[in-house]
């Protein structure tokens, strides 16, 4: 099953690297890599950060690729907050400490996902105002 998964994710790749030859480079490359990735038997947490890369440089001008790659990271960033909370001993004789460090990350996570959500907006309001000027 494992290599059976590998030869879909290869084929997909050379699909579109022969197909698909007139589209951008950048989404050609995060194509080829997310079909290889995501469909091989071993997925390490740093590959999703190489996506997270080839997505945010490949769609820079299209707002869901923002929201992705925001969302994705501050994902990322929780799960490397909370990680070390288990390997530090001396937090287990002090709560407050975990309550600390978990409270002000959601604060920052909250803030961050709130002021994308009113950027990406904006944008997309903008957007929307020049293509009716444009047709007017």
């Known amino acids: 099953v494992k290599l059976a998964l590998l030869a879909v994710g290869c084929t997909a790749a050379i699909y579109l690297m022969l197909r698909k030859r007139d589209a951008d480079p950048l989404w050609l490359l995060l194509g080829s890599f997310a079909a290889i990735v995501l469909l091989s038997p071993v997925i390490h947490p740093w590959y999703a950060l190489w996506l997270l890369t080839l997505l945010a440089i490949a769609g820079r001008q299209r707002l869901w690729s923002i929201r992705t790659v925001v969302y994705a990271t501050t994902f990322f ?51 929307a105002l020049r293509t009716l000027s444009l047709r007017a």
């Open 77 to 127: 960033v929780l799960i490397g907050l909370a990680e070390p909370l288990d390997m530090i001993p001396r937090i287990d004789a002090d709560a407050r400490i975990e309550v600390v460090v978990i409270g002000a990350a959601l604060l920052g996570v909250a803030a961050i996902l709130v002021s994308t959500e009113l950027l990406v907006r904006r944008r997309s309001a903008g957007l």
